[in-house]
């Protein structure tokens, strides 16, 4: 059994997977990645095959490799290191639970299937059941992301009673705009010590408001000492700095989202921001423009998210 952790809470970056130009993992610059969160951006928990690490686009042997070398490198650096091991096979998904848990990952995530999909809240909490069976140890979150999946069953109803079928639930990665549906789920789990980490970035301040114990985004990975400055001000009640910050950052999610933002686009900022190279995306996704990474350097600087000399030379170059 692992040993009782401490709560998920604060910033988790949703890490991104390096590819080379011949859309090979790029495992080599993983441990890099770690210092630079830990140390560039103060953030100390990571979320490894979600959504921006186009887990859905990685083959199991990969996944469990990008896994592995995230467990390795982050080992006393990293606090947390969840593992989403969400997929439309019920054996996969548990295969890549099974190996979470015995490479000694923090805990694990699932998304619900979105191919064949389940109808309502029993099927979908029988497939997160026995996913979440297959380590019966590790902390398991629910990843609500009903934009992507089209699973729009409400969180709040499928949080009803799930420690009962879920003896490991820990908590609820909400990536989801209806703060109605986030507000229920703390209001009505108060006492049960959940998670409640919020996947909107853009919108933190809110949920932070209504309950969030903390953030998962991809955001944080370039964002994230910004981001805990606005943590900083909510937590000392200094609101109005607070929502200076959260305005900031709108600006820039707001000017990248105009030009058209996805994974591409992260891993296109993220080579920019860090000098680490992230190289382009899978198919189906196409690598970010030059022209896009042009006008988002130009935000990044005019918003003073970065100053000059934070690019580090080469870094144009490096995701033209
Ligand atoms: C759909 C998606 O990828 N959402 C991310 C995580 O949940 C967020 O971190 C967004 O990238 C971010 O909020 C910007 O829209
Ligand atoms: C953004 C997020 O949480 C993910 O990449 O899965």
Known sequence: MASPKKKLQGLVAATITPMTEHGE?????????????????????????????E??????????RVAEEWVTKGRNKLDQIVIHVGALSLKESQELAQHAAEIGADGIAVIAPFFLKPWNKD??????????AAAPALPFYYYHIPALTGVKIRAEELLDGIQDKI???????FSDTDLLDFGQCVDQNRPRQFAFLFGVDEQLLSALVMGATGAVGSTYNYLGKKT???????????????????FC???????????GFGVSQTKA????????PMGPPRLPLQK?????????????????????????????????
């Open 228 to 246: 805990k400055q606005m943590l900083e001000a909510f937590e000392r009640k200094d609101f109005s700095s607070a929502l200076n910050h959260q």
């Open 249 to 259: 950052i709108q600006r820039f999610i707001n000017f990248v989202v105009k030009l």
């Open 167 to 173: 003896p490991s639930f820990q908590g609820l990665k």
């Open 288 to 320: 970010a423009s030059r022209e896009f990474t042009d006008n988002a350097e130009a935000k990044l600087k005019s918003l003073d998210f970065l100053s000059c000399t934070d690019l580090k030379d080469g870094n144009m170059d490096a995701c033209s």
């Open 123 to 132: 099927v979908l909490i029988n497939f997160l059941k026995e996913v979440a």
């Open 269 to 276: 900022i993220m080579t920019l921001v860090s000098g680490i």
């Open 25 to 53: 993992i790029n495992f080599s610059v993983i441990g890099r990645y770690v210092d630079y969160l830990v140390e560039e951006q103060g953030v100390k928990n990571v979320f490894v095959n979600g959504t921006t690490g």
């Open 55 to 64: 887990g859905l686009s990685l083959s199991i042997s990969e996944r469990c």
